[in-house]
């Protein structure tokens, strides 16, 4: 007699959602025009659905309930994603594609730098650069303000984190910072497959010839730091002197790959955010009327007064939530996983979607509006808004990145009057992992406040 499977025991057999054929057009529609392509995909063939990506399978999911679930999970049934793909552009000891113990490990190490008193101690540092860098460029008949966004961001970077204090070094630091960034090719995140050589000429030769020079420069100065033990309050130098809890010290590959990490993650992602909020504050008389009464009220504009005022911090928020710079998180499973209806394989990758999530009418009421209300009125679950990520991978420089928007955007408006040059739309466009602004968004200065 033929025995039949316990009921408990059994898995549920395999069941991935419907998704579009092939792998090549999918991945050049989501870098094209992510979102498009993502609700497209979400209305045709239901929520969630798969995505044969050329960095592997993604199920995608924007729902709440789906979202909760993969958040939800024990962390060690996730691998990063696209690790071959990601470990030589920024080396392998990125938090990004470290997993594990060593993962946890790197966090618990790091995360103390970029919050509490240590972070509020950069925002003196925040606020001279945004004024110096807008000192440099208010002579100019239109102001470009991704341009300036971008150099006062770098600027930060080079002085809270690299250590920039020396104005050559600092120089030095973020021309090679820049010819990165600029030299970061979409195709490059998407597939390990762009990863070639072409007499000098291709874009992994562009990025490799940039990197090397922007390692250059850290190598020497780490070099430095360890050798004289010198003991700053930048990022670099307390990677120099920090040590795990077993009293290692952290590794001049790690560092580099940590600083390199950080210049993404932390200087475009900000610049992209402080242009955006430029743009629709300008756009909307009701929440540059709103934010300027705020600021107008204040006794200053000391970094401690902006990083508590709350309609400047709503503004910030409903910035990442309107245009999320990242448009969906991957985590790859390494075990299988129950996913609403479906039972997910091993190998497959999960991806919450936040420009899905971002855009829910049913959690958000007129989602296309800029409206900085709506987070005054009410409160959002981390599965609902998630700008950097969720779960134990979130990023690590949130509170860095939302406090530094907050004191170069009230800097610059409490003190500033600007006004756009050009009235057409500005739309979402493509730049690396991250989605930008498809114009500069030209400003033009009209005066002191």
Known sequence: MKLSADPVLAEPPIRLPLGPRGSLLPTLQLIRDPRAALEGWARQYGDPFLLKA?????????????????????????????????????????????????????????????????????????????????????AQPEILTLNMMTDISLEIIVRTIFGGSDPEFANHLIRASQKVVACASPLLFFSRKSHLSFLGLSPWDRWNKAKNELQRYLDQVIEKRQRSGDTGEDILSLLCSATYEDGQPITSEHIYSELITFLFAGHETTALTLTWAMYHLHRNPAAYSSLIQELDALEDDSPARLAAAPYLKATVQETLRVHPIVTETLRKLKTPLTLGDYRLPAGVAVAPATVLAHYNPATYEEPERFRPERFMERSYSPFQYMPFGGGHRRCIGAAFASFETAIVLGTLLKRFRFELVDSAPVVPKRRNVTIGPSTAVPLRFVGPR
């Not at 000891?93 to 995360?111: A, F, T, V, Y």
């Open 54 to 138: 050329l960095n592997g399978p993604v199920v995608v999911t924007g729902r709440e309930d789906l979202i909760r679930v993969i958040h939800g999970q024990d962390p060690d049934i996730y691998a990063p994603f696209a690790t071959a793909t990601i470990d030589p552009l920024l080396g392998s000891g990125s938090m990004l594609i470290l997993e594990g113990e060593p993962h946890r490990r790197e966090r618990r190490l790091i995360m103390p730098m970029f919050h509490g008193d240590r972070m509020k101690a950069y925002g003196e540092s925040m606020q001279q650069c945004a004024l110096d860098r807008f000192d440099a460029c208010r």
